[in-house]
């Protein structure tokens, strides 16, 4: 089976801009995971989406958007950017249920100038 | 909430050698899961070992085994005939079995770096 993949791997903007992250998970998982890892912070839960529906929230602002799509690929969006947003952005991909294991992907990494 | 402690920001063994990285965790929950993760430089995280609260045996992966001290909320990761190769950061995350929960917490994690 192919592993987690994110897209792009690689991504520099501005303050202010927005940017859109993508995850596609392993085939036949429906569980999407987002985690953002700073040096300073460490390693966050940003959101899970299962089935399309978010179903779990980390303490993140509004900024921080996310989405799932019928075939469980997610999306995660984060708008008016701020330097601190600089991140590497996981994503742990599942097959939902409480005992399965998360699979992270290689992580986007997001600069923000 | 729950929080996961690991206090060595960074550790050095030789090749060969045996080391223990450290995680305490604090909850009120009974029955829970704990990880350790590894990062190598490439990023991906992968999944070294998992101990399910529940289960008093010690889990243990071929080189990797746990010291699981539940009342004393301590979560160790011994690495036995170290490798080059287990050079990397390792994280203690922690899981919660009630409700749809999935996140992961973790620890600020420990930068191991394996020496000839």
């Known amino acids: 089976k192919a592993g987690v993949t994110q897209t792009p791997r690689y991504l520099i903007k501005t303050r202010g801009q927005q940017v859109t992250l993508s995850c596609s998970p392993i085939?036949?998982?429906?569980?999407v995971s987002w985690y953002q890892q700073t040096p300073g912070q460490g390693l966050q839960f940003l959101f899970e989406?299962?089935?399309?529906?978010?179903?779990n929230k980390g303490n993140f602002p509004g900024r921080f958007s996310g989405r799932q799509f019928s075939n469980s690929r997610s999306e995660m969006n984060v708008s008016t950017l701020e330097l601190g947003d600089s991140a590497l952005y996981l994503c742990?991909?599942?097959?939902?249920?409480?005992?399965?294991?998360?699979?992270f992907g290689p992580g986007t990494r997001l600069t923000v100038l | 909430a729950q929080t996961v402690t690991q206090s060595q920001p960074e550790m050095s063994v030789q090749e060969a050698e045996t080391v223990t990285l450290s995680c305490t965790y604090d909850?009120?929950?009974?029955?829970?899961?704990l990880f350790w993760y590894k990062q190598p430089p490439s990023r991906q995280m992968i999944l070294v070992i998992r101990?399910?609260?529940?289960?008093?045996q010690n889990a243990t992966e071929n080189r990797f085994s746990v010291n699981f001290q539940k009342a004393a909320k301590s979560f160790s990761l011994k690495i036995s005939d170290s490798q080059l190769g287990d050079a990397a950061m390792y994280f203690c995350?922690?899981?919660?079995?009630?409700?749809?929960?999935?996140?992961?917490?973790f620890g600020t994690g420990t930068r191991l770096q394996v020496t000839l």
């Open positions: 742990a991909s599942s097959a939902g249920g409480l005992y399965n294991e998360q699979f």
């Open positions: 085939s036949g998982h429906r569980s």
């Open positions: 995350a922690y899981r919660s079995v009630t409700g749809t929960a999935s996140k992961l917490t």
């Open positions: 909850t009120s929950e009974s029955d829970y899961y």
């Open positions: 989406y299962f089935s399309e529906t978010q179903r």
């Open positions: 101990q399910e609260a529940y289960k008093q």
